[in-house]
């Protein structure tokens, strides 16, 4: 099937490389050798891809993405002789904020490179930067379904994920025990419930990293989740729109949930994942009970421990997820859930192996490999098989049986109004700011763009 | 280091002038044409390379800011497609915009945290002033004699100065967690942190960083007061001795006022460092979760870069710039004046 797929593929760049010989009079990089290659039929000249992405070692020296990315690009390689693959591994915030904008404007791009979809997509794809991908990769979109959603703009994709899933709390089991709790809460009442009983036992009910902004946003994220209709937080992504009372219901219920006192002490000045201090250290260290983020922070609660294979199955043994609670009332769908992903885009200038090798990554034997190899959660479905971990398969059964997944309100709405949002936010757990607050900063900032 | 140059600088083409004058006379009479063009080469080759430097990575970014700043641009798209929208951006900054529509929301989310910052920049000059001035004299003149470990000292308070911003930063959110040593001394004599941490306290934010920066930067302006104090000859404080005057007014008629050129210009740092200051605030939290000791360069990269608005963030740049500017101009103007002027008038 891989195979068919493929060489459909390959008939498609033969067709678009004479294309594009014919249309590049300007001479690109390869001027002189794709011009020789017009004639010759397609598949078979030599192509470089330069790959862009986020794979880098962490503390440990550790870098098993980087590593299944090297190993992808080989096999592709193999399959492909005349495809040379540059890759350069950058870590995450240099590349979203620096290397990748200003590689864009210079014209001198990265073929293939890291893609985190929503706003500041829909802005490089204004820009003209990203190649449409929507006709010549429509098989792949429709394998890996709604998950690629965050990777278009009206109706039109521009990147596929590779990793999609939404976000939950994150508890210890052993302390929920301690605090005499039996279920794991499904609505916010029985989350207010649990707090009170772990706040009796004298444990920290939950752990969030104020001072870095967004983990604290994220929990105003879920009650606008619940509080707005799918369509006005949708369509806010485009509209900019935030004049129903649902956004600033969303800061008055977060306001009403920071009352209960369900967190650390000094929140604002604990970051999320440096030391042990942090939000994810005080869970990891057994110092807090409860953690709301992404699937990532598995993979960070293991780097507390020794690395040795029994202290992270000790963790694993007493470290459980459950999806964010229901709240009452609200326009939104109970069983609607936040969530985000990693992706890559194809320059527009890209050649078109660019397209293919995309297909390559995200086809269903590599998206298998990258769960194996990397403990990520797979896009494609017929993947999911190879998610063993109990934890991770909770995470993907919940993302798929979603009424809906919406990504990341600050990654929807692009740095500008998603940063102005998260500040706001961030002012109501410093008590400096409101609910009417954190919708008037996003309005101003939309102003502004 | 730089203001010490460039108040020399101010002095040097009396001097040229001078030698100048007094050596032409026996080649340029003859030839007074190859003589300017040597002298125009000379010029060129000594200067060139660092005024191609300078217009390169200096005037052609400051104007390339100036230029920015007149545009709603997004640091995604190409700047040739961003709208030009004259001294808006300047006007958002300032006082919420000329538009009335968005002003009321302009003064909240940009105009407010602006003013905030910029009043913690100059918060910082005042008490800089106030503060470590004395703080640095005191410890300078008490230690400006012979004893022992006398080298030691002097290195142990220099260090801080000499440490990087980012090791000293990262230090000291160790010593300031919540649950870290300085909460722990608190707590034993009884007290506890500001309600909302060291750093994040709405109230109390700035004076922790405050605190710190006092920590980073008072043993400069030891050093440069001890190296000014060595300077002032032995005689003249013996003399006032036997005259009979105290140690105290010794300090105060003779030290004090004869390392006054090594206060002006360690002033004159201390303004312009205080304006520009950025790597301590933005080590520590960015400039606070809410600003609590933002400075008006740690606000440029919160909005200008991580929020991609990069024209207003252009524009505050340029004010960043034009405040250190006319400060600068007017400091030079006036109060180093004296110091500049011909070396003979000085004193």
């Known amino acids: ?101 200003t590689a864009l404007q210079s014209g001198d791009a990265p073929d293939l490179f890291q893609q985190w979809g929503g706003g500041e997509m829909a802005a490089q794809a204004e820009a003209g930067y990203l190649m449409d991908l929507s006709d010549v990769l429509s098989d792949d979109i429709s394998r890996l379904g709604g998950g690629v959603a965050p990777w278009q703009v009206d109706g039109v994709t521009y990147g596929l994920p590779f990793q999609f899933a939404v976000e939950g709390i994150w508890y210890r089991p052993s302390l929920f025990e301690e605090a005499g709790i039996t279920d794991v809460p499904t609505t916010m009442d029985e989350l207010g419930d649990a707090v009170q009983k772990l706040k009796d036992a004298g444990i920290v009910p939950i752990a969030v990293g104020a001072a870095d902004g967004w983990p604290a946003a994220h929990w105003w994220y879920n009650f606008a989740l619940r509080s707005c209709s799918q369509d006005v937080v949708a369509s806010a992504g485009t509209s900019l729109d935030f004049s129903d009372p649902c956004w600033v219901d969303a800061g008055d219920q977060l306001q009403a949930f920071i009352d209960t006192d369900p967190f650390q002490p000094q929140f604002t000045s604990t970051v999320a994942q440096t030391g042990a201090t942090s939000s994810a250290g005080m869970v990891a260290n057994g110092d807090a009970a409860m ?71 995200v086809s269903d034997d590599v998206q298998r490999g990258y769960a194996e190899a990397v403990g990520g959660l797979p896009v494609a479905p017929a993947a999911s098989d190879a998610i063993t971990d109990p934890v991770l398969q909770k995470i993907a059964q919940t993302t798929s049986s979603a009424a809906y997944v919406q990504l990341w309100m600050d990654t929807l709405l692009g740095p500008n109004v998603g940063g102005a949002m998260n500040d706001g936010i961030v002012n109501i757990f410093n008590g400096t700011g409101d609910a009417q607050g954190v919708v008037d900063a996003m309005v101003a900032a939309a102003a502004t763009s | 280091m730089t203001a010490l140059e460039a108040s020399g600088r101010n002095a040097d083409p009396v001097v040229e002038e001078s030698t100048a004058g007094s050596r032409p006379p026996t080649p340029a009479t003859d030839h007074p044409r190859r003589a300017t063009v040597r002298k125009w080469a000379e010029i060129a080759l000594f200067v060139g390379p660092a005024l191609a430097l300078f217009l390169t990575f200096v005037v052609y970014p400051v104007i390339s800011a100036a230029r920015y700043s007149m545009y709603k641009w997004n640091g995604v798209s190409q700047f040739s497609d961003a709208e030009f929208i004259g001294f808006e951006n300047y006007a958002r900054a300032l006082f919420g915009g000329t538009d009335p529509d968005t002003k009321q929301a302009f003064t909240t989310a940009y105009t407010q945290p602006f003013w905030e910052a910029l009043s913690h920049n100059f918060a910082i000059i005042l008490l800089s002033l106030a503060i470590q001035l004395p703080l640095a004299l005191i410890v300078a003149l008490t230690l400006n004699r012979k004893f022992r470990g006398r080298a ?88 006032a001795s036997i005259d009979g005057a105290s140690w105290w007014q010794i300090q105060w008629r003779i030290n004090i006022p004869l390392i006054g050129p090594t206060i002006r210009i360690w002033a004159f740092l201390s303004i312009i460092g205080s304006i520009q200051l950025f790597d301590m605030v933005w080590v520590l ?43 600068a101009l007017a400091y030079m103007a006036t109060i180093l004046r004296r110091d500049n002027a011909h070396p003979g008038k000085a004193r």
Request: hydrophobic share 45%; charged share 15%; aromatic share 14%.
């Open chain 1, 291 to 361: 953690e709301l983020m992404g699937q990532w922070n598995y993979f960070v609660y293991e780097g507390f421990t020794d690395g040795s294979d029994e202290a992270i199955a000790a963790l694993h043994e007493d470290l459980d997820w459950f999806p964010m609670p229901a709240t009452d009332g609200g326009s939104g769908d109970p069983s609607a859930a936040m969530g985000g992903g990693d992706g890559f885009s194809c320059y527009v200038d890209a050649p078109p192996e660019c397209a293919d090798f995309l297909a390559y990554i």
């Open chain 2, 285 to 327: 939290n960015r400039g606070g979760t809410a600003g609590q000791y933002s400075t008006i360069a740690s606000y440029m990269m919160e909005i200008g870069f991580f929020r991609s608005d990069w024209g207003y963030g252009s524009a505050i740049a340029v004010i960043m710039f034009f405040l250190s500017f006319v400060i």
């Open chain 1, 1 to 101: 099937m891989a195979n068919m797929r493929r060489a459909a593929a390959g008939a498609a760049i033969a067709a678009s490389m004479a294309l594009l010989a014919a249309c590049s009079s300007d001479g690109g990089d390869d001027g002189p050798t794709s011009g020789a290659t017009s004639g010759g039929g397609g598949g078979d000249e030599p192509v470089t891809l330069t790959w862009w992405h986020n794979g880098v070692a962490g503390d440990t020296g550790e870098n098993s993405l980087g590593d299944y990315w090297d190993q992808v690009a080989a096999d592709y390689m193999a399959d492909n002789p005349n495809v040379t693959i540059q890759i350069e591994q950058i870590q995450n915030e240099d590349l979203q904020r620096t290397r990748i904008p």
């Open chain 2, 152 to 239: 030691f000292t002097r290195v142990v308070i220099f260090a801080p100065y000499v440490l990087s911003e980012v090791i000293a930063g990262t230090m000291w959110l160790i010593i300031f967690d919540p649950n870290g040593v300085a909460t722990q001394w608190m707590r034993a004599i009884g007290l506890d942190m500001p309600a909302g941490g060291w750093f994040e306290d709405p109230t109390w934010g700035f004076w922790t960083v405050f605190f710190i920066i006092t920590w980073k930067y008072v043993g400069l302006a030891i050093i440069l007061f001890l190296a000014g104090l060595s300077g002032v000859s032995e005689d003249l404080q013996e003399a």
